[in-house]
């Protein structure tokens, strides 16, 4: 009988558990992994480069794509490093919609996570069960912006505009009887505040729901307990952030730590893990997902009690109000200077980092001084997050690669770009 | 937080005496410059003192500062040129593959390597730059010993503006394709690039040919240095003195 030498395995590009375009080629002794180099940049689509082309404002878009299942909190990190470097100050109630709108995407991002993950690992009714949800947190997406997934909502200044009054309504058709449009149309007859304030109340059974399905799964604690360990020192060693590092047992949260927009105002709670494993990692995302409700609970009550503006009055930055731009010459100067040529930011450079739903994400942002960003740099949390995939795979069988590539919760448009 | 930064900056201007370049604070923030032949001194002194305690580094950013402040339309005096002159071939978004950018007239190194580092213990962080002295064939030694995470960063630099990091133990292309020639974040590569890719019928199989789209870039470059942003420069020269 010949020997098994190693053999090499190409995962990828075009695999279900490989969440896009990763490329994985693993060195297999029999069915363990020896080494695990993946192959990415099958995405990359120049996104900093393409910046450095633009005005300022006409790539906050392009931040929706990057990571494409939090696209808010990505459009923070931009558009907070612009407004540092002009040193402005957006309205409270928009720095309170922000708040709300980011802790909404990190609920969006942990149940398509949750959904995915479980999937790959086997799980199928969790997939339908988070998609659920997800749909009504998209719908306060199209809400506010029109849009249901890239938003461009969060602008230099403040938020594009005020939260509306009103909510889209279903209507009767060949698949909604009359009494199932009344039944899904009873959140939306009030404002958005009213529908995401009834979310809120409906979340935590449904989370409740997810952990039956899951927590004390035998199978999925077969799958996933002591799979990818990483100690704290590694950990830090290997620049992991987020649900990665406090799986680990790091105490490490920017919305605690470097407080930004009103977070230090909000009264949440950071989970942490003891083990490190992907177990560990599953708990504290489960748990994000409560306190971000807690977050997104304590700002409905503040907006709904404080209303005002959601950008600032500055002209020079953000656009005037089109009825005064009729009406008003130098409104209408100001429009047409914003549109065609943008502002001119201060010389200068600034490192903008939030708590994205994956870690640490920020912008590092040059400026000499003109209309364009010099330099952009973005930092993806999951691009440092699938370098530490080598080490956490080794000596794991082929099926726990899939297992962990879940558990790094990457998306390929933040880490190709 | 600028009270943080003080002591940061005592401490550090104590622990990396003689090696530091230049320490400036600006939006609250630290940039700290060294050369390239003290960086992994550097380095290693700040994640290995106590008092320092960069544990975490968190990116590694190439720059190329060849075109800093080079635009497009003039904005201190009139001219009679009309829109025209906003229109002209002159940064990177508009020039061809076969035309070379203008020169910034701008003198000192042309490529930076920027670190950022963070402290997990201290809760503070820090912005080292490098410059990389040769133009030609930057180098710049790796930090992959002292921080593991820079390994795929410094690969990330290595392959959008060719900095080569000496003892890097893997240093290959990363996000761009296979067979890629070129940098392409350096500021004489035009946005459009060189080669695309299509399907060639008659050949039965994917083919690259110099591209065929012209480049498009409708917004000119400009600095404006009304009355707006100098207020705003000169308070923070002020403010850094």
Known sequence: MPEIRNYTLNFGPQHPAAHGVLRLVLEMDGEVVQRADPHIGLLHRGTEKLAESKPYNQSIGYMDRLDYMSMMVNEHGYVKAIERLMGIEPPLRAQYIRVMFDEITRILNHLLWLGTHALDVGAMTMFLYCFREREDLIDCYEAVSGSRMHATYYRPGGVHRDLPGTMAQYEPSRWKSAADVKRLNESRSGSLLDFIEDFTRRFPACVDEYETLLTDNRIWKQRTVGIGVVSPERARQMGLTGPMLRGSGVAWDLRKKQPYAVYDRMDFDIPVGVNGDSYDRYLVRIEEMRQSNRIIRQCVDWLKANPGPVMIDDHKVAPPPREEMKADMESLIHHFKLFTEGYCVPEGEVYSAVEHPKGEFAVYLISDGANKPYRVKVRPPGFVHLSALDEMSRGHMLADVVTLIGSLDIVFGEIDR | ?241
């Open chain 2, 1 to 241: 937080m600028s009270e943080k930064l003080d002591r940061l900056t005592a401490c550090l201007e104590e622990k990396i005496k003689g090696r530091i370049r230049s320490l400036r604070q600006a939006c609250d923030e630290l940039t700290l410059e060294v050369s390239a032949g003290d960086l992994p001194g550097v380095a290693g002194t700040l994640r290995r003192d106590p008092e320092l305690g960069f544990d975490m580094l968190v990116d590694v950013c190439g720059v190329d500062y060849s075109a800093y402040g080079v635009t497009e339309w003039t904005t201190e005096s009139s001219t009679a040129e009309g829109f025209s002159r906003g229109v002209e071939k002159s940064t990177f978004g508009r020039f061809t593959f076969d035309e070379t950018p203008p020169a910034s007239g701008r003198t000192g190194p042309r490529y930076a390597v920027v670190y950022h580092l963070l402290s997990l213990t201290h809760n503070h962080r820090l912005r080292i730059r490098v410059f990389c002295e040769d133009d030609e064939f930057p180098t710049m030694p790796s930090l992959v010993e002292v921080w593991n995470s820079a390994n795929w960063f410094e690969r990330e630099a290595f392959d959008l503006f060719g900095i080569v990091f000496n003892g890097h133990p893997d240093l290959r292309r990363i996000l761009t394709d296979y067979g890629f020639v070129g940098h392409p974040f350096r500021k004489d590569f035009p946005l459009v690039g060189h080669v695309e890719m299509r399907y060639d019928p008659e050949q039965r199989r994917v083919i690259y040919q110099p591209v065929t789209i012209t480049p498009r870039v409708l917004v000119p470059r400009v600095i404006r240095k009304d009355h707006r942003y100098l207020d705003d420069a000169a308070e923070e020269k002020s403010a850094d003195a």
